[in-house]
């Protein structure tokens, strides 16, 4: 992959990851992966423009941080351009991008396992002090904080949890689709959900007892 593609590409997640979707969404996919199977750096560039938006979601979904999920979305479309001549087409563009964006995004969480933990704590036990000592100054504010509470116990479950609440909720996606990218059968996906659902429902009612403890002791 030469300069200009990494130059146009990078300007590409630099500025439009948070805007619409790409007008492009009308082109015929396929031919667009042919023509990048060849080298067709305008074509690719094309398939960067439709994807980028639901690739850096589901990225930031897994990371919780601008920055490193900017970084992990491009060296998502980096490396589907290099492996693009090893694609088959035996699953759709689509899921394939996705799966190397999720084997990126655990990737990165691997290295980053320990001080994020730690991270995570330090900001769960603050948000319980604050709450304690502060009461929300009108329902908008509680529900705002209330949302940022889950999305902080969701970023905490494990990764195989953490995944399936993303796609499932996050995402939209169906089960089928789930299956296509996770590589695993629709039976471990519900299981997966259950259990998730039930681990982040018990960190939630573990928060609100010791929120409503500090209460009483006040």
Known sequence: MNEPLLQSTHQSLGLALPGALSSLAEEDEAQLVAASQHGDQD???R????????IFSLVFRMLQQYEESCEVTQETFLAAWQGLPAFRGEARFST????????SSLKQLEQRKHDRALQA???AEQSIATAAEQEPVDA???????????QEQISQLPAKYRIVLILRHL???SYEEMAELLKIPIGTI??????????LKERLEMLDHELNARKGGS
Do not use: C, G, P
């Open 140 to 150: 908008q504010v509680e529900v705002h904080a209330r949302q940022a509470l889950v």
């Open 96 to 103: 394939w991008l996705y799966r190397i964006a999720y084997n």
């Open 47 to 54: 398939l960067v423009s439709l994807h980028q938006r639901r």
């Open 43 to 45: 074509a690719f560039a």
């Open 171 to 173: 995402q939209d996606m």
């Open 121 to 123: 704590n330090m900001e």
């Open 190 to 199: 519900k299981t997966h959900l259950f259990r998730a659902r039930n681990l």
